[in-house]
């Protein structure tokens, strides 16, 4: 964290101790070190999109349907084709994933100048907010931040003058606090309906310009960035709801948030839309045409054709998930081909079964000729019998 504060605090010195454009500057930075993350999704983007036309002959085939084994079915569809495109649709998180804790880093940083810009202790801080509460006594009963938060703190120290701290370890006469005040306007104290000097009032802007930017630059990302295909309805519904309630959660935050948070975040929201316009001019979402889609429709169908009602044995098969596409128009003629496959290679069977000997009249067969040797091996006998007879006379000897 020490480099990083190490950088803002350069910042602020080549500025001369304005510390608007060194959070600038640093906005700056900050979107520069998050571009191979941007890069990273747009080449997923770029992936997905080249899947788009399949995908959607995919939902398209399963269009006006709404039965869960018919979702499931899609849904199953879907993910063999990302499977066999080598795409991970989860691989675009990872690069949000790991933004989040470096944008949360560099925000603590940018909240706490006495700190990170300044240098001053955790002992140093505390002391200089007891001075504050003594010197302005209007103040003793507001919370002062004296960790993680110091930018109102700081701003009083700017009120008062750096003479009145003197005494406290780590300030000098010649320190100077980073400027946040502008044509009498502080810009490190909070929005508010009631402050105590009427020029606070132009704070207040500072949530509306926040709200309008957040609308539109979402708006624009939205323009600038790959959407996926997903039901209309449904995501219309949810990009209204956010294009509303995110705006309103940032407002709410500049209100409770010294009014120089909310400049950053609408640098940080600007510079966002740049980059993205950036990434799209040097990294093209492919867009797909007519043919593209005519294309998937017949590489879908013709997968589909061998997959699912063709077995490896070369057999037609019945199967649950087609068992309504004779109501659609996009199916019906494939299903009725099926159909009639299935009709002759029943009706093949049938005969096959018809002609074949039956169990019973095989082990009737085989019985009789059983029968046969046992009547011949008994007719023997009796011959030789009567032939040992004639030789022997009535005494019993043989003549």
């Not at 350069?10 to 959070?23: E, R, S």
């Not at 084709?81 to 949360?104: A, D, R, T």
């Not at 867009?287 to 589909?304: C, G, L, P, T």
């Not at 009709?343 to 079964?353: C, R, S, V």
Request: with cysteine; net charge positive; proline share 5%.
């Amino acid at each position: 964290m020490m480099p990083v504060a190490y950088i803002l605090k350069f910042f602020n010195k080549i500025v001369g101790n304005h510390y608007i454009l060194a959070l600038l500057i640093f906005a700056v930075l900050v979107e520069l070190v998050l571009i191979p993350f941007g890069i990273k999704q747009q080449k997923n983007s770029i992936k997905q999109a080249a899947l788009r036309p399949k995908e959607k002959a995919i939902r398209d085939k399963y269009a006006g349907r709404d039965d869960q084994p018919t979702k499931q079915k899609m849904q199953e569809e879907i993910q063999a084709l990302y499977q066999k495109e080598g795409y991970n649709p989860m691989s675009g998180c990872l690069p949000m994933l790991i933004q989040f804790p470096v944008i949360i880093l560099l925000y603590n940083i940018v909240i706490n100048p006495l700190k990170y810009v300044c240098g001053l202790s955790e002992e140093a801080i505390n002391a200089a907010a007891e001075v504050v509460k003594v010197l302005r006594p209007e103040l003793a009963e507001k919370a002062l931040s004296t960790s993680g938060n110091t930018i109102n703190l700081m701003s009083y120290i700017s009120e008062i003058g750096i003479d009145k701290f003197l005494d406290i370890p780590g300030f000098t006469a010649d320190m100077v606090m980073p400027k946040l005040s502008y044509f009498g306007v502080n810009l490190g104290l909070n929005p508010s309906f009631t402050p105590t000097d009427k020029l606070q009032y132009w704070l207040l802007l500072v949530p509306v310009l926040t709200f309008v930017v957040y609308f539109f630059s979402q708006k624009l990302n939205r323009k600038l960035s790959y959407q996926p295909a997903v039901d209309d309805a449904q995501m219309g519904c949810s990009n209204k709801m956010m294009d509303i309630m995110m705006p309103l959660f940032s407002v709410y935050i500049t209100f409770i948030t010294p009014a120089a948070i909310g400049i950053y975040w609408m640098f940080k929201s600007i510079l966002g839309v740049l980059k993205q316009w950036i990434l799209k001019k040097a990294m093209p979402i492919p867009e797909f045409s007519e043919e593209d889609y005519k294309a998937a429709v017949k590489e879908i169908n013709a997968r589909q054709d061998k997959s699912t009602t063709v077995k490896k044995s070369g057999k037609v098969v019945r199967s649950l998930h087609h068992i309504d596409d004779e109501d659609y128009e996009d199916t019906r003629e494939k299903a009725l081909k099926h159909k009639e496959a299935l009709a002759a290679q029943e009706a093949e069977e049938a005969a096959a079964k018809a002609e074949a000997p039956t169990l019973s009249s095989l082990f009737g067969k085989s019985a009789v000729k059983k029968d046969d040797k046992k009547d011949k091996k008994s007719k023997k006998d009796k011959e030789t019998t009567e032939e040992s007879a004639d030789e022997v006379g009535p005494e019993g000897k043989r003549q």
